[in-house]
């Protein structure tokens, strides 16, 4: 893998992390969590994608 594309993953990771943090705050996500106990589908999605792509990335750019 490139050093860009690994950079770019990393990148992009951390962005779906800091909306997943954002969306977890929302209202919509609050009363998803008020019903079911648990966050919204996109919130899960986007925390778990930009966990996987940091890692990934990361990775990518230690192994060089």
Not at 2 to 16: C, H, N, P, R, Y
Not at 23 to 52: E, K, M, N
Request: charged share 10%.
């Amino acid at each position: 893998m490139s050093k860009e594309a690994s950079i770019a993953m990393l990148v992009l990771g951390v962005v779906f992390i800091v909306y997943g943090v954002s969306a977890s705050r929302s209202f919509s996500s609050g009363i998803s969590r008020l019903f079911t106990g648990s966050p919204t589908d996109r919130t899960i999605w986007l925390l778990g994608g930009g966990v996987i792509l940091a890692i990934v990335g990361g990775f990518g750019l230690l192994r060089g």
